[in-house]
């Protein structure tokens, strides 16, 4: 059973255009984080929220966490070729803390 | 800082052969540490995780075994390679503080069964 649904599963747009990307749960999470990976690499942290609600910004990105803390969403704002990449959330349940992710979300832009 | 060792970067290997796959971690003490697999393009399927020296809690029954003679030291294992192994596995420690928890993770290991 897949606790943290991811989708699209897949993404390809032109440069400039914008993208939301989402993650949804009927778990709880104390924590919530969205990764990129590159290929040949592992994922890198690009930002983690705890509080339903939050709302963070990262240059183009922003991420929001929801109100019941069951789900997120990353949206890009004019997305760039270099934000091509696989985009991995991943959730701390409240229940355990365990860590759970999501299946991915393959990015592509084009020029 | 905390830093996490993975090798080999690559590694092929025949069918029935045996597989070790070691994992460091630097500047942290009593990590919780993970070793995924990552089939192309997709997400991380947690294979091993364990949360203190000789404590391995296994996800998927499967053709590997993993060790932690070590607190910072993850060991990934087979005594025979079936070619479904073939895969990216990546390494990975944690440190849960009061339910805030982020993965750091290795450079990752190409494994391809031949």
């Known amino acids: 059973t897949q606790l943290l649904e991811q989708s699209p599963q897949f993404l390809s747009i032109q440069e400039g255009e914008n993208l939301t990307v989402y993650c949804n749960s009927s778990s709880v999470f104390s924590s919530l984080q969205w990764y990129r990976q590159e290929p040949g690499e592992g994922p890198v942290l690009l930002v983690t929220v705890v509080t339903g609600g939050e709302v963070k910004k990262l240059k183009r990105l922003t991420f929001q966490f929801g109100d019941a803390r069951k789900d997120s969403s990353l949206h890009i704002t004019a997305a760039q070729t270099g934000d091509t990449g696989l985009y991995l959330c991943?959730?701390?349940?409240?229940?355990?803390?365990?860590?759970?992710w999501g299946a991915g979300t393959k990015l592509i832009i084009k020029p | 800082s905390q830093t996490i060792h993975q090798w080999p970067a690559t590694l092929v290997q025949p069918v029935g052969s045996p597989l070790s796959l070691e994992c460091t971690v630097e500047g942290t003490s009593n990590p919780n540490l993970y070793w995924y697999r990552q089939a192309a393009g997709r997400g991380l399927q947690l294979l091993f995780y364990s949360v203190g020296i000789g404590q391995i809690s296994s996800e998927v029954p499967q053709n590997l075994s993993a060790s932690r003679p070590q607190d910072r030291q993850f060991i990934l294992s087979s005594k025979k390679l079936l070619l479904s192994d073939s895969g990216f596995y990546l390494c990975?420690?944690?440190?849960?503080?009061?339910?805030?928890?982020?993965?750091?993770f290795g450079q990752g290991t190409r494994l391809t069964v031949v």
């Open positions: 990975a420690w944690s440190v849960v503080l009061g339910g805030f928890s982020e993965a750091f």
């Open positions: 991943a959730g701390v349940l409240d229940s355990n803390y365990q860590l759970i």
